[in-house]
């Protein structure tokens, strides 16, 4: 008996979850269907631009399943195009990744799952209103260089 699978990481939910060649029918298409792991894979190396290792982190699972994942998604997208059919993007072993905040005023800290939209920078304190927040790690430290946290988008300076 095969063990389970994982639940993969992912950070984002597409908007768009269909596509199609133009000019054909949509009842005579064949269909490719893309996990939204395999969809957060192809985000994370070929639009971020990220390594492997780095990759895999983000999603919680090994560098060599994290290859397997690129490589399926890649292959699928590759069939579509190549043949004319179309996308659909559902499915999958996965769970959302959380955002985790901390208020500096009162200290409350809560979690917003990635995808939702919100950005750091717009989010009220739930508990006292305060927007003087910033993001923090699992371990309770801040992280990033920019107020709400952000990771690797350089230094950012409040204009006086």
């Not at 269909?18 to 969809?39: A, D, M, N, S």
């Not at 070929?46 to 397997?68: I, K, N, W, Y």
């Not at 989010?123 to 003087?132: E, F, R, T, V």
Request: hydrophobic content about 30%.
């Amino acid at each position: 008996m095969p063990r389970p699978r994982k639940c993969r990481l992912i950070e984002q939910v597409p908007e768009y979850t269909y596509f199609k060649p133009t000019g054909i029918p949509l009842k005579i298409l064949q269909e490719v269907t893309i996990t939204l792991e395999e969809l957060e894979a192809l985000r994370l190396k070929d639009v971020e631009g990220l390594d492997q290792e780095d990759c895999a982190q983000r999603m919680e699972v090994s560098r060599p399943t994290f290859h397997r994942i690129l490589t399926t998604g890649r292959s699928k997208v590759a069939e579509a195009l190549v043949h004319g059919k179309a996308i659909k993007i559902e499915g999958g072993t996965y769970s959302m990744a959380q955002r985790l905040f901390k208020c500096r005023d009162c200290g409350h800290q809560w979690e917003l799952p990635f995808g939702t939209g919100q950005c750091g920078i717009h989010l009220n304190c739930p508990a006292c209103q305060s927007k003087n927040l910033h993001r923090i790690d699992n371990d309770g430290h801040g992280c990033g260089c920019k107020p709400w946290g952000r990771k690797g988008r350089g230094h950012h300076q409040a204009k006086a």
